[in-house]
């Protein structure tokens, strides 16, 4: 008897398309014989991690930790974070980077039957974790291209009206990743009060720390106002830890105690656990980091309006852009250049090129690349 695997899958299993990743330097080196490639596609840190995170790396190894099972409740990290975000240790969950939080919170709260809001051009994880446990996910109109000052962002009006007595989760991504828009703190404290406190609002903060917006909201010091909020942020990006995977939520100790519940035993390994923990400890490292990505973030701003470009407003550290025509042939193009950044069709912008912002140099040699792919594929 043949037997089709996918229909005995989960129904929500069976329509999920797998994450695309970024294509890997090694991958496109061996395939178009080129070197020294720049890889701009997936809003990783070019600065690399701080140097006090190279050095507890190289002694972790060396003390053979590598043996034994971590901390399987990363007591250093969790401490070391509480503190900074004036925190207890039983509000903090770690993560084999965020992903496994959103995920945990899929697992916690969501099951068939159950449904789960976000917005268009949301960060492509979300539907993964909400089917993947067989619950509904509701995806709200973002806001217009043509909105004056949050194009492509989340509508926090639509979001809501998609709410039912089913709904258990929203996830909101500020800023978000690929458009890099993101709410301010009135709007999304105004949007949190106004939803019933039987539901969980996640607001994932990847990109929190290159974030220098004023009106960028301090979402941990509403927790004690929200006991249905969870913040998740990362050490993917800003602390340039991608490859270590690990992430964390900040929330209540009782919905922390339900997320431990589901967490793998010894989710975060030890290399990730003490590199994250050296991470927090450079502060003139993060601060560097912000730094060159404001000035990359003028840059590709200046840029594109140079060259007629229309581009998403990011906060992040990537920009994404508007090439008007299908995407992919200048990405194509710009491989042949040794540069790698990231269509992006699988989140309904088959236009767009999502480039990571990066150094000086790097932006600008880029920027070659774009330009000569744009003379292959002129704008009309
Ligand atoms: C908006 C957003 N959230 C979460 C993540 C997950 O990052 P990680 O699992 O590496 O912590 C990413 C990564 O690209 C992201 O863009």
Redesign the pocket.
């Known amino acids: 008897m043949t037997i089709h695997y996918k229909s005995l899958a989960v129904r929500g299993v069976q329509r999920l398309q797998p994450y695309l990743p970024g294509k890997p330097i090694e991958e496109l080196e061996r395939e178009l014989g080129v070197s020294n490639t720049l890889k701009l596609a997936?809003?990783e840190n070019p600065m690399g991690p701080s140097p006090l995170v190279m050095d507890v790396l190289s002694a972790a190894v060396a003390k053979e930790k590598i043996a034994l099972y971590p901390d399987g409740n990363g007591f250093i990290l969790k401490q070391t974070l509480a503190e900074m975000l004036k925190v207890s240790l039983q509000q903090i969950t770690l993560?084999?980077?965020?992903?496994?939080?959103?995920d945990m919170i899929a697992r916690a709260f969501l099951c068939e039957g159950r449904e789960a809001i976000y917005s268009r051009y949301?960060?492509a994880?979300y539907p993964i974790s909400i089917q993947s446990v067989n619950a509904t996910a509701k995806v709200a109109d973002a806001l217009p291209v043509d909105h004056d000052t949050n194009p492509y962002g989340h509508d926090l009006v639509a979001m809501k009206a998609l709410i039912t007595d089913k709904t258990r989760v929203i996830f909101i991504?500020n800023?978000?990743?690929?458009t890099g828009t993101w709410l301010k703190s009135a709007e999304l404290h105004e949007f949190i009060s106004s939803v019933p406190n039987d539901i969980i609002v996640v607001v994932?903060?990847?990109?929190f720390e290159y974030v220098e917006e004023d009106e960028y909201p301090d979402t941990v010091q509403w927790l004690n106002d929200f006991p249905n909020l969870i913040v998740?942020?990362?050490?993917?990006?800003i602390y340039a830890l991608?490859g270590l995977?690990?992430?964390y939520a900040i929330c209540s100790e009782e919905i922390a105690d339900l997320l431990n519940r589901v967490r793998h035993p010894f989710n975060v390994n030890s290399l990730a656990i003490e590199a994250a923990t050296a991470a927090l400890s450079d502060r003139e490292h993060l601060e560097k980091c912000v730094e060159i990505n404001t000035k990359g973030i003028k840059f590709w701003r200046a840029a594109c309006q140079y060259r007629g470009l229309d581009y998403i407003p990011s906060v992040?550290n990537f920009v994404t852009i508007d090439v008007e025509q299908n995407a992919v042939p200048l990405y194509e193009a710009m491989l042949k250049e040794a540069v790698i950044v990231r269509p992006i069709p699988n989140y309904g912008l088959p236009n767009h090129l999502r480039i990571t912002i990066s150094t000086a140099e790097e932006n600008q040699r880029c920027l070659d690349a774009l330009d000569i792919a744009l003379k292959q594929f002129p704008i009309d």
């Open positions: 997936s809003n993560g084999n980077g965020s992903n496994d939080v959103l949301a960060f994880v991504a800023p978000n990743n690929p994932d903060e990847a990109y998740t942020r990362t050490f993917s990006k991608a995977r690990v992430g992040g």
